[in-house]
């Protein structure tokens, strides 16, 4: 049932599944120019492709690195300490090749970790920093960027060509695979919405932009890759942690919790997903 | 373009410290200070005014100015441009976007050491042609467009 | 301050390729914050590149130049050990500079 189409879901979504339409049908509205045809629609597709990568040659995102890698290195918080011995999971302080074997398994907590989920469990543990407060402002808004954003950029950019290789080894990594792929395909809300609705298929998009199958190997590293990202609108470095919530509520979903459980899982189903591919770090989004 | 000897006469001995000492005294604003920006240009709410102000006089078209930009941007707020200048002598580059509310967005000069070529990202609010205006060292003028479609895109990702 | 430019020149014989990313909100006076309340325009004007304490470059820029800006250019008659010092002013007054040393390229 058509609910008022506030948002752009919810418009593109009707408008996925009415395209393409045939010719005949189009020219009975008069003036209206006939929908593009795919090989027009992929034309378009390859020209954002083409400057997005311009884009990315001189990445913004490169300035929340930098502030990143200060921060990382700044004695900070109630305890006075730095990040530099905070364990990413290739040992304490080790931050290249971090990234890209993140979400993992930490033992000191006997739980999998995504990488915006350990910094921030590196905050409080190492610097006294309290998780409610980093919880009460996670996202960037024009005027400020969260902490915990720039460190991520940073952690993210020091596995820039790297090759992906987050592990299911542990039994908990491979549950947590599990509940991940289940939250993927679970339909809910008021638009009965699963994240598949939109990425488990072949051939959709939203508007101008294609939405990729994140459910296949070749088309999963679009989940991972250029994140965490410069967002052109708002110019604004938003990390996975924000992506995921965005969705969310697009979906209409309820909120979920900043770096927790539910997203943990989904982010491992994602990233196991393109195993295998180069990350070429933090990126530009749209 | 930016009239270069008013430049050349503010970078004189003296003038960093008059201005200085008008800024520290309260009678200059920041922006008053910088007298080599073009307001009235900036300020121009259409392209034939920005040029008068730019003094830009019977720019001439041409084949030899390449722009490089998309024919669709993906975002507005961030179009790359990339213009390579092939006229003998470029000696300015300037850029406006038509149908943008004040359209002059900037312009680069080259005059003193540089190739001539500039990249710039600018914003773009609604469809437009980016045009482009060269200035020569003979006093003349060149100019070229690029349309560039900008989208209502999907939901960022 | 602002934060620090981030520089990059590549040298192709003797000239140098340069890209510079600046960190500015490039306000354009029309966005409106969280609260409802305009955001007053704030923008870099001018920007002025220098190769060894020469000009080289020099630049009048609007308010319609994108957030956290980024220029490119190429400068003439440039050798590994150059100093390349970029300076960019604003509508309120507030400057940047950085510079960087040329690498053999």
């Known amino acids: ?286 | 373009m930016t009239d270069l000897s008013r430049r050349a006469a503010l970078k004189g001995a003296g003038a960093g410290t008059l201005l200085a000492a008008a800024m520290a005294a309260g009678l200059l604003r920041p922006s008053d200070a910088l007298a080599d920006w073009n307001k009235g240009a900036f300020e121009a709410k259409t392209v034939s005014d920005a040029l008068k102000s730019l003094k830009v006089v019977s720019p001439a078209e041409t084949k030899d100015i390449a722009i490089k930009a998309p024919d669709i941007a993906e975002n507005g707020a961030v179009v790359p441009i990339e213009i390579q200048s092939n006229i003998p002598g470029t000696k300015s580059i300037a850029v406006l976007i038509e149908k943008n509310p004040f359209p002059y967005a900037g312009s680069f000069d080259v005059s003193q050491g540089a190739m001539p070529f500039v990249a710039l990202r600018v914003k773009i609010g609604e469809s437009s042609n980016v045009r482009v205006v060269v200035a020569t060292a003979d006093g003349r003028f060149y100019t070229a467009v690029k349309e560039v479609k900008v989208t209502i895109g999907g939901c960022g990702g | 301050m602002a934060d620090p430019m981030r520089i990059r020149a590549r040298l192709e014989g003797d000239v140098a390729d340069v890209r510079v990313l600046m960190a500015h909100p490039m306000e354009t006076g029309q966005r409106k914050d969280a609260a409802g309340n305009v955001v007053p325009l704030h923008f870099i004007q001018t920007i002025t590149a220098h190769l060894n304490g020469k000009p080289v470059f020099q630049a009048e820029v609007s308010q319609a130049i994108s957030r956290n800006p980024v220029f490119g250019f190429k400068v003439k008659g440039a050798k590994a050990g150059d100093k390349l010092t970029i300076t960019w002013i604003d509508n309120k007054g507030d400057k940047r500079t950085d510079e960087m040393t040329l690498a053999a390229g």
């Not at chain 1, 629609?41 to 990568?53: I, Q």
């Not at chain 1, 920093?129 to 009460?136: D, H, Q, R, V």
């Not at chain 1, 790297?162 to 991940?180: L, N």
């Not at chain 1, 990202?229 to 942690?241: A, D, E, I, N």
Request: proline share 7%; glycine share 8%.
């Open chain 1, 1 to 286: 049932m058509k609910r008022a189409l506030t948002l752009c879901v919810a418009a593109t979504f009707a408008a996925a599944t009415a395209f393409p339409q045939p010719a005949a049908a189009q020219s009975k509205a008069g003036a209206a120019k006939p929908p593009p045809t795919a090989v027009e629609r992929d034309a378009v597709t390859a020209e954002f492709e083409k400057f997005r990568e311009v884009l990315e040659d001189a990445n913004p995102a490169e300035l929340f690195e930098a502030k990143g890698e200060e921060l990382w290195k700044a004695r900070r918080g109630p305890n006075n300490a730095s990040l530099e011995r905070c364990d990413l999971g290739l040992g304490p302080g080790v931050v290249k090749g971090a990234y890209v074997h993140l979400p993992r398994y930490f033992a000191d907590v006997d739980k999998v970790m995504d990488a915006e989920r350990r910094i921030v469990h590196c905050m409080t543990t190492l610097q006294g920093f309290k998780l409610e407060e980093l919880a009460k402002r996670p996202f960037s808004t024009a005027n400020a960027t969260p902490d915990p954003v720039a460190l991520v950029t940073y952690v993210a950019g020091q596995s820039r060509g790297m090759k992906i290789a987050v592990p299911q080894k542990h039994p908990k990594e491979r549950a947590t695979f599990e509940v991940g792929r289940e939250i993927f395909f679970y339909r809910a809300g008021s638009y009965d919405f699963s994240c598949a609705s939109c990425h488990g298929e072949d051939g959709k998009r939203i508007r101008t932009q294609q939405l990729p199958n994140f459910t296949k190997a070749d088309q999963a590293i679009r989940a991972y890759q250029g994140w965490p990202g410069y967002r052109l609108t708002g110019g604004v470095m938003h990390t996975l942690q924000w992506r995921l919530w965005d969705c969310f509520r697009q979906q209409r979903f309820p909120e979920p919790g900043y770096v927790s459980d539910s997203l943990t899982a989904l982010l491992t189903y994602l990233a196991v997903n393109a195993n295998g591919q180069v990350y070429k770090g933090p990126g530009i989004k749209r």
